[in-house]
């Protein structure tokens, strides 16, 4: 088993392009999260997927939006990059109380 | 705003040493979690303790947890190099039934051989 993984692992964007951000788990898991972790702050919720077809913010969402495509997959898109979203980006699952992390993605943008 | 925070920011100890760490959080808690991250990589789950339980066991780790001051701690006993990272607590609020956590700012480890 893979666990969670995340696609690409870099990305360099300039001001205003626009990415989305991959995660698929094979754990059957019915939860989902995206957490952006920034120097000396911790993990932030961006959004999270309690479910297959539902999605909910979470304490940071602005200029982000987020797709469960299915139960497996829960993309995260920047549709118009600012430097304030460089960060780490961390995918996670749960199926309870545990989460169970990708390895990230590192975002700069210019 | 965070939930936990951690106390230290950071630790430097010797291999064969134990290593103590702290979180307080604000709310009432569901259970608290503590998370391992090694530098560049994902974080790894640790431990879970929930609200009515005060003390467990994992291998060489030993969490406490004190609700009524809001606060927990993790000792890792007889450190090694490996143990180097850092390590964070989680907190999954008591009104929130979708295992939602909140993370604190995380203490740094350092092991020496």
């Known amino acids: 088993n893979a666990g969670v993984t995340q696609t690409p692992k870099f990305q360099v964007l300039k001001t205003g392009q626009s990415m989305t951000l991959q995660c698929a788990q094979d754990?059957?898991?019915?939860?989902m999260y995206w957490y952006r972790q920034d120097p000396g702050m911790g993990l932030r919720l961006i959004y999270y997927?309690?479910?297959?077809?539902?999605?909910d913010k979470g304490e940071v969402p602005n200029g982000y939006n987020v797709s469960r495509l299915n139960k497996r997959e829960f993309s995260l898109r920047l549709e118009s990059a600012a430097p304030s979203q460089t960060s780490v980006y961390f995918c996670?699952?749960?199926?309870?109380?545990?989460?169970?992390f990708g390895p990230g993605t590192r975002l700069t943008v210019l | 705003s965070q939930q936990g925070e951690e106390d230290p920011q950071a630790l430097s100890i010797q291999e064969g040493e134990n290593a103590t760490m702290n979180c307080s959080y604000k709310?009432?808690?569901?259970?608290l979690q503590w998370y391992r991250q090694n530098s560049g990589r994902g974080l790894v789950h640790l431990i879970l303790?929930?609200?009515?339980?005060r003390e467990k066991h994992s291998g060489r780790l030993r969490v406490t947890l004190d609700t009524s001051k809001k606060s927990s701690s993790l000792l890792i006993t007889a450190s090694r190099a490996a143990d180097t990272a850092s390590y964070f607590c989680?907190?999954?609020?008591?009104?929130?039934?979708?295992?939602?956590?909140?993370f604190g700012a995380g203490t740094q480890v350092v092991v020496t051989p």
């Open positions: 996670a699952s749960s199926e309870s109380d545990t989460q169970y």
């Open positions: 709310t009432s808690i569901n259970n």
């Open positions: 989680a907190t999954a609020a008591f009104y929130d039934s979708w295992g939602k956590l909140q």
């Open positions: 997927s309690a479910s297959e077809g539902t999605t």
């Open positions: 303790i929930r609200s009515n339980e």
């Open positions: 754990m059957n898991h019915n939860s």
